[in-house]
Structure formats: C-alpha cells, structure tokens
C-alpha cells in the first residue's frame, strides 16, 4: 500500500500499479488510449498526462506519463492541472487529425472508448482543415471488419494480436505519420482469439462483421449476464438482444475465469440462436423424418402426458449442453433409475474420473486467472486452445510470465510490458505439451507428437520421476525417459507446477497419469495446481449430477425394457454411431424430445417440445473449475413473436411431471428449481448460491436488462399491434426487460447485465465495477465453486498401458476442434466459415500403406471426402480427424479409409 | 485442431520465388544474432540485392526460412524507406534533404535532377535507368549538398556536376 497525493487529497492506493491504474481505481478520471489493464502500459499515445510534484515543496512539477509513472508512496500529482489538461486535449487532437469523424455510420459508436475520451479532454471542435490520409482496408475474414481509417496508432490491437494472443498475421506497417494496423496481406485473421480486438482497439476499426449484418447500438440493445455454452469454460458473457434476435455477444468481465477475453468461437458462435429453422411451437411426427405438424400448448402436453402414462417405461436422456435445473427435472419426471446424463460411456467414466482427481490428488484447481501464475506447465494429452479456447490464452500468459519474474529481480514493474518484452525475448516458463499435433501455444512450448498410450506412459513415468512410491514404467525408451526426466526436473524446479489433462482423447490412463503427477507433486509438498479440462459446457455438472451412461440408455431401448424416451437438449447422433441410434429411437414407440435446434434425433421424434436456448432461458453450468455458474434469459421470445411457445426444458418439464401426476400444470419458478436441485444432489449444494434469486434487490429496485437510453420500447411491436403491452415479467430472476431499474456501479454486485457508467460507454466501463481496475467484481466474481480438495488418501494408478505395438489397424484420434468441434456453434454461419477443410492426418508409412499422398483425398464410408496431409512426426497407426467431421466417430475407434475414385466426392 | 495452413495461397501472387542461394545467405545470417527477428533486415537485403525491390511473395517467403510471423516481417519492411516495395530503376538517386544539404543548395540540386531525369520522388525513368529518391542525412554534410547513387555517395554536387555524374550509371 501506499499514500499518493491527487490534487491535494490523499488516497491510499496499492504501489505496485502505475498512476493512472491506480487513479482509475480511485474512481479519478484520466483519459488513456494505449494502456490496457491486462496489457500493461507503454506509453504511446501520451494521452494520460498529469502534472507531478518532486515533493511538497515543488510548485512546477512537470508532465509526466500517469500510465508510466509508478504509483509510489508520497507521489504528489495534479490531474486538473491546466497545462496537463491542456497537453491532453491538444493530444485528443492530433490524434483525431485524419480520423474520419464518421461516428454516425461506425459501428463502434455508442460503445467508442475514443467517443468517450473526446468527450472527456474537451474535445469538440475539429480545427485541422488540411487534406486527410486515407486508407484501403481489408478483407479479414467471416468475423472481423477492418476500416483503417479510424485508427489513431495506439498500437493496442498489435500489443494484444501478437504480445499478447501470439498471433502473426497482424502487424503495424509503415512509419511516421503514415502507420498501417492490419494483416501483412489480405486474408482471414488467423488466431482464434481475434475478435477480441474488437473490444480491444479503443476505436471502430476492427469492428464485429456478425453484429454488423443486424446492426444495434450498444444503447439499444438488452442484455443479461450470462455463460458461454460452447466449451467447459464457463466464460462470461454479455449477449445483447435486438427485435428477438441476439445481435452481438461481448465479453463480460469475470476477475478469475475470463477477465477481459474469449475466444472467437464463444464470441462468434451464437448464430443458432438466430436460425429461423428453430422450433417455434410443440409439433407431432407419425413416422420418423416426415413433416410434423404443430400442436397447442395443452394438447401437446396432454397428449405427451397421455402417451407417457400408456408406456410401460420411460427413458430420460439428459445434456451436458443443458442447465442443471433442465437435467434435474427429466430426473424428476422419469424417476433416478430411469435417468442417463446423455453422455456416452467413455466420456462419462473420464468425467468422473475427473471429478475424482479433482478431490483427491491433493492438487488444488487454480482459476483460469491463477494459471497465469504458474512457472512450469505439463499438458498431458489436450490441446487447449482448442478444446477450451480461453484457457489457452491463459497458460500463454504463464509461459510469457517469466518476463514478470526477470523483471522483478531487476526493478522492472510488472505493468512495464515493453521493457519486460525486450527483456524477455523468447524466455519462456517451460510449458511441457504432449500431443500429436501442432497447437497454438507450440512458439512458446516443447511438444511431443506422442500418440495417446504413450502420453500417458510419458505421464506415468514424470510421477515415477518426482515421486519414486509411483508406479515405475516398464519398457521405457530412452527417449521418453530422457523427456520425462527433463519435465519432471522442471515441475520440481517449479515454485508452482501445473498439469493439465482433459477428456480430449477419452482415455483413462491418460487422467490416471495425470492424476498420478498431480499426487506425486503434492507428496512432494509442491504449491502446484491440477486442471481438468471437459468438453462441453456442463459436462462437469452432469457428472456431479450423476446417471446412467448414453450406452446404457441405448441398450435399455434396443432390447425392449423401455418403450418411451425423452431426450433433452441432445443430438445422440453426435455420440453415437447412426446404427446404434437408430435402432433404440426405432424400438421406442413415444419419442419426445425438447431441444432449441433441428438435430438429427429431433427429426426422429414423435413430439418436439420447443425448448429455450441460454438467450432465451436461466440456468446454471458448471465449469471446468468446478465452478457453478447462473445464466440469466437475454429477452422473452413471446414478446416480439406472439406465436413463439419457447420456455426453459424445465419448464417444460415440470410441466409434463405435473400432468403425470393428473395436477394441474402450475408454474414454477427458477429458484424452486433451483433449490430442489441442490438438495437432491448432496454434491450440487452449493448451487443455488451461484447467483442471487429472483427477490434480490438493489435500492429497492430489480436489475435493468436495458440501458437507461433504449429507445423505441413503444414501436417495436407496433407491426403487429398500435397498443404497447406490459412488458414481460421475470418471476425468474431479479431482471427486469426494462431500463427501468438498477443499473450502476455504486453498490457492488456481481450480476451485472452491461457495463455502462457516466462517460464510459465502452467495454472499459467495466473499470468501475471492479473492486480495482483489472481485478474483482466489486460484488465478488460471479460463481461458486462446488469441487473442493478433499483430506485424504489416493492410491497411486497402475493403471499403466503396455508400450505400443505395431498393428495393422488404423484408429481414429479425433482433434477437438474451436471451429466446428461444438455441436452448437458449429450451426452458426461465421463459425462455418471458419472450419477447417475436411482432413486426415496421417504418417509417412500409413499414406504409403494407403497408397496416398499429401493432398490426395480418403473416405470413411460415405463420408465427405478428406484432404490427406501427411505429418512427419504424427505417431503410427492414427488418423488424425478434427471432432465434429464425423458425428458419432468414437475416439480410438478402428477405421478403414478407403481412396476416393476418381469423378466421386 | 490447427489447420494446416500454406501461408503462400493466402496472399495474392507476385510470383517471387526465394533464390536457394539467398536462402543459404540468410540462414547464415541467422547465426549472427539471438533472435530471428534480428535478421530481418539482412533477410530483406538480401532479397533487394538480387530482386532490386523486395516483391509482396517474399514476406511470407522470408519469414518462413527465419521462422518468425509474416505480420513482423512486413512490418520491418515497410519501416525502412530503403527497402524498396515497388520496382526501381537499374540506379536509384537518393538525394539528400536533411539540413545541412537544405542550406547549401539542395534545392537546386533536386530542381536539376528532375529536370535532367525527368521525374519527381518516387519515379523511374521510361528506360528504366533511374529511380529519384530522397533520403535523410547520409553523413556526408561536410560535402553538402550530397547525394547517392547506388552505393556510391557524391558531395558537394552542383547541378552542373549531374550529366557527367549520371553517365557513369548506364
Ligand atoms: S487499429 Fe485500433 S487498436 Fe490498432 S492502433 Fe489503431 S486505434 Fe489502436
Ligand atoms: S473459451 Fe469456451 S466458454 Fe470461453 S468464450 Fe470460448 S467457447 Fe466460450
Ligand atoms: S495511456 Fe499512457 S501514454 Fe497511452
Ligand atoms: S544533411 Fe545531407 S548529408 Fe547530412
């Protein structure tokens, strides 16, 4: 802590920040430009001038940089200096001099960090009456859009794009006054954490293409706080609403999972929500696949009811892609031992596996944040950019620290980003990656193209190394030894070692090896962290919840000891193979499926119940921390389509239950089902506290979903009726579709719809709702953690597979994959956009034994045709598939690829 | 899963090749330094050297045998001023018009150039002969005004001196 003088007032300030963190944290306005929390300062655009004072005597002072200037104890400095202010407005000024002052068509406007830094310095006539510089812009691809010129060279998109997000497309190009932000040639923008520089770059030249196509200011869109559902991230997000149509999605700010990033497949991922295909109302289907028709409300349910009464045994299949509270009310309906979590068996048996080891190694769970504090990683069979996007972005930030760690020997401030750059040129923390293919952290990692039995050998031999009571590894080459000799001596060098493992290559010894590392580091009393990536968004929460596995749902159907299923929020055919799927949905004679897409199993069923996406309903996840999140309903779909019966599974569900029963179908709210889903589940306790309920209130008031300046409330509708109706009531949730309501930051909160403060329209608004810039909500993060450490005892696994043998078969080892490897975003155009081309990849001497080379085209029966490339160092005896290419593939399942003939796709 | 992604069928084609004798040259280049980047700007005189300008296609080209991001490479090369991205004449003219020359006659000298090559900055002679530029100060401020042309640096230059001078560059 220290004591800093502002204007002749003391404030206590934490000295380890630059003055204008530390000013902003205060709640003190100074404009800035280049300086962003999670970037650090460099001092660039010189718009965050202050006037500083040697001491109490000195009455000259001069300007100094606030973001370059330490916050130290007994710092006396003037923001409303004249001359400072005055500096700072000729600043504002010069570096508008080319900008276009084309607010009204840009995009950015309304959420403009550059508007509300105009507006601030004083800003307002424009004297330059010179010639402009323009700019040709260009083409970035499916997500971003690029106009040049409104750039005023702060140079933020390169510090994030490259420093930051590893990129190396992007660049700055030219010199002087003559400064280019873009790609080194036209194309698509290649890392996937791109769209962030749309909220990254203080003005409007990367801009959201998706949101563009069905543009909204920021003050006329509604929001609430919500939780990406396309990984097992659990990321924050603000979804803004327009017309009934989700319109943009923007970061919201989370201090320990996501800060101030996603990734592009959360960002980018929403358009299923949009499809005009989703299912609107109840429908019936005769026979599989043909044209259903729509029923009522009443019928449906009491049709449903009445067929379900008639069956001997009904099947629920659950979700981990649908909330807790949907999940807990099919168990409700069709009874605990009639329930399956929907997932297949495999997977199911690592998710628990997971959840296991969570407990018992003795590691803690670090948050994605406190990842960025590790100095030694271990990535054991998982590629996490992939499989859980955001999370990549984090452990780059580990490998980068090292700078931090160089510079704190030397003096060097952790938030002095270009001198800790050149300090720490190409020095990394080690980050160990075992894994078979390129990922986006290999320019800052060693990896291992090691096929999934001998990663996990790799693994069970590191735990031997650090802990010799670890089972040893028999037949071990040199080479892994040698590998697993430099890891382990780099996890015991460690202050704080990580591993992280996941359920990518659904294996067991691969988590028992991880788990075995993790255990024998806590034996060696390491401070270290074990994180267990899964694969989708509530994949966590449906194993704490517990059931039968999908196989087993399948059996139940196919050999007749059940004659109904419902099937909530689920394509099975993603998980399983066709045949499989087919047989059992062919044996049940009532099919009901709730879902908010047209899947492949939705076409099958006999009733379709129209269910609410995350845009549409509340619920709750839980991540890949363990950390159960709530998210809130961005607008009421009856609203704007009268015709549209979408409600929340649960509902839905409940519905059905009461009907059952022969009750009449009264509603039930969030928090009823809420609270009965934490109490039937001893290990879902704690959920209920992951967000306030529906009475919580600020000053007496609800929570706004809608800025105070939305507009046009009164004509949205007025196409289908002149008199306005009572907005939609939330009996769900403490927010109201309204403006009218709580919407500040003076009280702390954790639930926060939007961020918007006086002056601060643009995602930097989120500065005042953190307890210091770059920290905690003020109202604490959102979320509660429901896996906890146990006390404990865990038996070393022996679970140690045999050393691979050469075989003639070929298996799959399917790649998660950002784009396209998620059911659901998969759905959505610009993700489709983004996918990778159809490929396999293979070794030398399996594309010999095919008889094709790189480039050459294979099948797997009639799927699409794939794109051969060959891979020096891929391991013997895989073919690499990104996931979501073939549905239903099991990893690890034999394959025979077969040569497209020519003239056939 | 990472794309495989040829960096090459991104960009338009201006059918550069990188000449195997300029790859060798600039991985030993490579070995002179701690970081690639560093290399960059031999990489790209290397190029210039035997190209006379470095094409669009050599970017992506170099910055594959450094091994660094094709946006760092370009950003290097649009730095310098004397990395060329356009085509240049056999000889470029750099004629200097930092402060000791602009009091000693840099206007005049300048005037005479194009009157004699019969074009402004940045142009190229119909024959392809000669590309005028300018350049700041080339350390030559004792013989102000200077100019250079190729690697050879003339001062003081009289307007007088041109003809003779510009012969000597066919
Ligand atoms: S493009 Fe945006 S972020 Fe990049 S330098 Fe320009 S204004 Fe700054
Ligand atoms: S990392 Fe996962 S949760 Fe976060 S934005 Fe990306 S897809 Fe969504
Ligand atoms: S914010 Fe301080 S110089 Fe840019
Ligand atoms: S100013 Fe022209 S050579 Fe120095």
Redesign the interface.
């Known amino acids: 802590m220290a004591i800093i003088h502002v204007d002749g007032q003391d404030y206590e300030v934490n000295g380890a920040q630059n003055l204008l963190q530390a000013c902003l944290s205060l709640g003190l306005d100074i404009p800035y430009f280049c300086w962003h929390p999670a970037m650090g300062s460099v001092g660039a655009c010189r718009q965050c001038a202050v006037r500083q004072y040697k001491d109490e005597d000195d009455d000259k002072g001069s300007l100094v940089m606030s973001c370059m200037a330490p916050a130290a104890d007994q710092t006396r400095i003037s923001i409303e200096d004249e001359e400072a202010k005055a500096f700072r407005a000729s600043v504002v000024e010069w570096l508008m001099i080319n900008h276009p002052h084309d607010c009204p068509v840009c995009e950015e406007g309304g959420h403009c960090h550059l508007q509300d830094m105009t507006v601030m310095t004083g800003h307002d006539r424009r004297r330059y009456r010179f010639r402009k510089r323009t700019r040709r812009n260009q083409e970035l691809g499916p997500f971003i859009a690029h106009e040049m010129n409104r750039c005023i060279t702060c140079y933020r998109c390169?510090r994030f794009y490259?420093d930051y997000a590893g990129?190396?497309?992007?660049?700055?190009?030219?010199?002087k006054d003559n400064v280019?932000f873009g790609?080194?040639?036209?194309?698509?923008l290649?890392s996937p954490f791109a769209g962030n520089l749309t909220e990254v770059c203080p003005t409007g030249v990367f801009t959201d293409k998706s949101h563009s196509e069905q543009y909204t200011r920021k003050w006329d869109l509604q929001f609430a706080p919500s939780v990406c559902h396309q990984c097992s991230m659990g990321c924050n997000i603000s979804p803004g609403e327009r017309y009934g149509s989700i319109r943009r999605i923007e970061n919201r700010y989370h201090g320990e999972v996501n800060g101030y990033f996603l990734c592009d497949r959360g960002r980018f991922g929403y358009g299923y929500v949009n499809r005009s295909d989703r299912p609107l109302l109840p429908e019936w289907r005769q026979q599989p696949d043909e044209e259903p028709t729509t029923l009522e409300v009443d019928t449906a349910l009491a049709r449903i009811t009445d067929t379900l009464r008639h069956s001997q045994r009904v099947i629920g299949i659950g979700s981990p892609r649908a909330s807790l509270e949907s999940n807990h009310q099919l168990r409700e309906l069709v009874g605990a031992d009639n329930f399956s979590t929907g997932i297949e068996a495999r997977e199911q048996a690592c998710l628990a596996l997971m959840d296991d080891l969570q407990r018992t190694t003795g590691l803690h769970t670090p948050t994605p944040r406190q990842i960025e504090n590790h100095d030694a990683i271990l990535v054991l069979g998982e590629?996490p950019v992939?499989s859980a996007g955001r999370l990549g972005l984090n452990m780059r930030q580990a490998a980068l620290s090292r700078r931090e760690a160089m510079g704190e020997k030397i003096g060097i401030p952790a938030w002095n980003a270009e001198a800790l750059k050149t300090l720490g040129?190409?020095v990394y923390h080690p980050l160990h990656i075992a894994w078979p293919?390129?990922?986006?952290l290999d320019d800052v990692a060693t990896r291992y193209p090691l096929a999934p039995e001998e990663i996990a050998r790799l693994g069970f031999a590191v735990a031997h190394i650090i802990d010799p009571a670890a089972p040893v590894v028999d037949n071990l080459d040199p080479a892994t030894r040698d590998t697993a000799q430099r890891i382990a001596d780099d996890l015991m060098a460690a202050e704080r070692p990580l591993v992280v493992s996941g359920g990518s290559l659904v294996s067991d010894s691969v988590l028992q090896a991880a788990g075995n590392i993790a255990q024998a580091l806590a034996r060696r009393a390491r401070q270290g962290g074990l994180v267990l990536i899964r694969r989708e968004a509530n994949s966590t929460g449906l194993s704490l919840m517990g059931g039968q596995t999908l196989d087993w749902a399948m059996d139940e159907l196919t050999e007749g000891r059940a004659d109904a299923v419902v099937v909530l929020e689920n394509d099975l055919y993603q998980r399983l193979p066709a045949q499989r799927v087919d047989q059992a949905l062919a044996r049940a004679d009532i099919r009901v499926v709730l879902d908010h897409q047209r899947t492949a199993t939705l076409a099958r069923a006999s009733f379709t119940l129209p269910a609410a996406s995350f845009a549409e309903g509340d619920g709750t996840l839980v991540n890949l921390e363990g950390r159960a999140q709530r998210f809130f309903q961005v607008y009421e779909p009856g609203y704007l389509r009268p015709e549209a019966r979408i409600h929340e599974s649960w509902r839905w569900l409940h519905a059905l239950a009461a009907g059952l029963r022969r009750e009449d179908a009264t509603d039930v709210n969030l928090d009823e089902i809420t609270a009965a889903c934490a109490e039937a589940h001893p290990a879902l306790t704690g959920m209920v506290e992951a967000a306030p309920g529906a009475g919580y209130r600020i000053e007496g008031l609800r929570l706004a979903r809608e800025p105070h300046r939305y507009s046009g409330r009164t004509a949205m509708r007025a196409n289908l009726s002149v008199s306005e109706p009572r907005p939609p009531q939330d009996e769900d949730t403490p927010f109201a579709f309204s403006m009218e309501g709580y919407s500040g930051f003076d009280h702390p909160r954790q639930q926060v719809a939007f961020a918007w403060a006086p002056g601060w329209n643009s995602p930097q608004a989120w500065n005042k709702f953190t307890d210091e810039v770059g920290g905690h909500l003020s109202g604490g993060d959102p979320g509660i953690r429901l896996i906890h450490r146990q006390p404990g005892h865990r038996d070393y696994s022996l679970r140690i597979p045999a050393a691979a043998t050469a075989e003639n078969t070929l298996r799959a080892l399917v790649?998660?994959?950002l784009f396209g490897g998620d059911e659901t975003s998969a759905r959505a155009e610009p993700i489709q956009q983004r996918m990778?081309?159809p490929?396999v990849?293979l070794c030398h001497i399996d594309a010999e034994a095919l008889d094709v080379h790189h480039g050459d085209t294979l099948v797997l029966g009639d799927s699409p045709a794939m794109t051969v490339?060959e891979q020096d160092d891929w391991p013997t005896g895989w073919a690499?598939l990104?996931?979501g290419l073939l549905p239903g593939l099991a990893q690890g399942e034999a394959l025979t690829l077969s040569k497209t003939t020519g003239g056939e796709p | 899963m990472a794309e495989p992604v040829s960096t090459s069928t991104l960009i338009g084609s201006d059918g550069f090749e990188l000449h195997p004798a300029d790859e060798t040259a600039i991985l030993e280049q490579l070995k002179h330094y701690e970081q690639p980047q560093a290399a960059c700007i031999d990489a790209l005189k290397i190029v210039q050297r035997r190209h006379g300008w470095v094409p669009d296609d050599a970017i992506p080209a170099i910055a594959r045998v450094l091994g660094i991001g094709p946006g760092a490479v370009e950003g290097v090369a649009t730095f310098y001023s004397l990395i060329f991205r356009q085509p240049v004449g056999r000889h470029v003219v750099l004629v200097c018009d930092s402060s000791s020359c602009f009091l000693t006659g840099f206007d005049e000298l300048k005037q005479a150039l194009v009157n004699e090559l019969g074009v402004d900055y940045g142009g190229t002679t119909s024959d392809n002969r000669f590309t005028l530029l300018p350049v700041c100060c080339l350390g030559a401020c004792d013989g102000a005004p200077a100019l250079m042309i190729d690697n050879d640096t003339y001062g003081p230059v009289t307007p007088d001196d041109l003809p003779r001078l510009l012969e000597g560059y066919p």
């Open positions: 390169v490259n990129g190396t497309d992007l660049g700055a190009f030219g010199a280019y790609r080194y040639a036209e194309g698509t290649e590629d992939q040129q190409d293919t390129a990922t986006e790649l998660p994959s990778a081309t490929v990849i490339h690499g990104p996931a």
